[in-house]
């Protein structure tokens, strides 16, 4: 399979396992479960690690290796073999300066690559920041965005864009309406 694009969720589930063996990371990669998601709708990949068996479950999003291809996807992968590495050495892993660390010794993004839009989008205030997240359900901050919440680089008030009506709310009550109004559309 080495070299091939997986065109099934087997082969890509042999092909990660395979790839994972010479990425340059002190973890024992042969130990590692790996697995499938069809449900996952924001990530492409999650590390769980069962502290009981001290085992380490990989678990792949099917749609995301669909949409970004075997090369882009590799990053994934790497990322959560950091993810792995963390679980066996420490017990936990989060996206801290450890984690950071040892993603840029691999060539690892600290975050995944998204690969869907979300339906909600954060807009910074500030005309000259561009930070805009997606999201894609009603968190707090999409829902009570007048609560303290700001801008993730430059500490601005943002707004709550709902993408496909277009509709923009910036208080809790503001968003309300908009629920009322989008109905089944939301």
């Known amino acids: 399979m080495t070299g091939q694009t997986p065109i099934t969720r087997s082969e890509l589930l042999d092909r990660a396992a395979a790839y994972a063996e010479i990425v ?6 042969a130990a590692i479960e790996w697995d499938i998601s069809e449900r996952a709708k924001r990530r492409a990949g999650c590390c769980r690690y ?16 669909r949409e970004m291809g075997w090369e882009r996807f590799t990053k994934t992968i790497r990322h959560e073999l ?49 930070w805009a997240p997606d999201r894609h359900r009603a968190s707090k901050p999409v829902k009570y965005p007048d ?20 509709l923009i709310w910036r208080t809790n009550r503001e968003y309300q309406r908009a629920r009322e109004r989008l109905g089944d559309e939301w």
């Open 147 to 166: 609560e303290g919440y700001r801008c993730g680089e430059c500490g601005s008030e943002y707004v709550v864009e709902h993408r496909d009506s277009g």
């Open 82 to 130: 950091v993810h792995a590495w963390e679980f066996t050495h420490f017990g936990e892993s989060g996206h801290g300066s450890r984690f950071r660390e040892k993603a840029a010794e691999i060539d690892a993004p600290r975050h995944c690559e998204p690969f869907t839009e979300g339906r909600l989008r954060l807009v910074c205030t500030n005309d000259a920041c561009e």
């Open 50 to 65: 069962d502290r009981q068996n001290e085992r380490v479950t990989i678990v792949l999003t099917w749609a995301a290796y």
């Open 24 to 29: 340059d990371i002190d973890v024992e990669t």
